[in-house]
């Protein structure tokens, strides 16, 4: 009778094999679906919708072809209680993509905070805090 001996390190658990997938973005992103007004350059202003955002930024649908690079002056509009409240702040355009052309607009662009209006920042936070409270 032979006797089988198994090599070490060849029965290994299978948890150690698999994909790894690292998160690199530095602050948790929320789902929301709030208008967005936005204008290059202070020129004339078009509209939006914001469909995911963080404290860093923020993925719009808009329907007009952006270059990456381009800043824009954005306004997030939201309804706080029975007002109407918005978040203005200063983006850049670091990623874009074709939308499917089922949702709303044709170009989905992932938009970098630059610079809030006194006080915006305190709003996004309260208003992603929600986002999280409510689940979304």
Known sequence: MT????K??????????GIFIVERRKHPR??????????IENKDHYGGVAVNASRGGVIVYLPVAIVVGTSLDIEIIFVK????????????????RLAPKA?????????EFEKFQEGDLQKLRALLREAERTGD
């Open 30 to 39: 929320f789902t929301v679906e709030l208008p967005l007004d936005y204008s």
């Open 81 to 96: 209680g029975f007002e109407l409240n918005s978040i203005r702040a200063r983006a850049k355009v670091v990623w874009s």
């Open 8 to 17: 070490r390190g060849k029965n290994r658990p299978r948890s150690e094999k």
């Open 103 to 111: 949702t709303w607009g044709e170009y989905r662009y992932g938009l």
């Open 3 to 6: 006797t089988l001996r198994r």
